[in-house]
């Protein structure tokens, strides 16, 4: 579980930046203006052609791995983005995979339209995360019965990856009382580092992960007024 306790000591210590940022803008708020600071924000990406490598090699091998996956974001207040990546499989010939993942991402945004109901905001997103493959085989039909019946195997692939992304939001805001809410729908390209697979950590393959994809999204975003 090393790389877990990793991940928490790093969440803190950008937790803690993020506070004292998030206080030293508020302190520095123009009395004449409006600023708003966001929340919480959820969404998700849905990629349309995600890990055709090991699609492909797992495809040779009698299982079927989903053509398409989806990514789910929470972010709280000016912390990163927490995700959660997901692409699954169906099950084959007794046989069946699936991939997971979870990590932090951070977006860098240049809005283009200001002062305005309406959001056209280019990004750039980077991030890093943890995901894992997971392969079962000797599943004889779809019920619980069938891993207490028979012999089920099941082998966990990881995998360690920086990844990144550029796309574009689109989208319109509207104000309750002191706060402002936003759908915003944002689409782009995503890619990541391409590193390999490793079985107990440390027996790594010669195969890659590349979730290279297009994808379409949406946002949802909750805001409060920091000061007047």
């Known amino acids: 579980m090393k790389w877990f306790k990793v991940l928490i000591f790093l969440f803190g210590i950008v937790y803690l930046n ?18 708003y600071k966001n929340v919480v924000s959820v969404g998700g990406k849905y990629l349309f052609t995600s890990l055709n490598n090991t699609r492909a090699a797992l495809s040779e091998n009698g299982f079927l791995l989903d053509e398409n996956a989806f990514e789910y974001q929470l972010r709280l207040f000016q912390l990163p983005k927490i995700f959660y990546f997901q692409q699954l499989g169906s099950l084959q010939s007794n046989n069946y995979a699936s991939v997971t993942g979870f990590g932090l991402k951070e977006d860098f945004r240049l809005p283009l339209i200001k002062k ?8 750039i997103e980077v991030g890093g995360g943890y995901y ?10 779809n019920s619980i019965s069938t891993v207490l019946d ?24 509207f104000n309750i009382g002191s706060s402002k809410i936003a759908i915003v729908a944002n689409g782009g390209y995503i ?9 107990a950590g440390s027996l790594a ?24």
């Not at 004292?20 to 708020?29: E, F, H, K, L």
């Not at 028979?150 to 805001?173: A, K, P, Q, R, V």
């Not at 890619?191 to 079985?199: I, Q, T």
Request: hydrophobic share 30%; proline share 4%; glycine share 6%.
């Open 18 to 35: 993020a506070q004292v940022d998030s206080s030293m803008q508020t302190m520095s708020c123009c009395p004449s203006g409006k600023y």
């Open 116 to 123: 305005s109901h309406i959001e056209l905001t280019p990004y």
């Open 132 to 141: 894992r493959m997971n392969i079962i085989k000797g599943v004889t039909h």
């Open 150 to 173: 028979s012999e089920i195997e099941n082998y966990f692939i990881d995998n360690y990856s920086l990844t990144g992304d550029i796309g574009l939001d689109l989208g319109f805001n």
């Open 191 to 199: 890619l990541n580092y391409p590193s390999k697979w490793r079985l």
């Open 205 to 228: 393959f010669a195969d890659k992960m590349d979730i290279s994809s297009p994808y379409f999204g949406v946002t949802l975003r909750y805001e409060n007024i920091c000061c007047k």
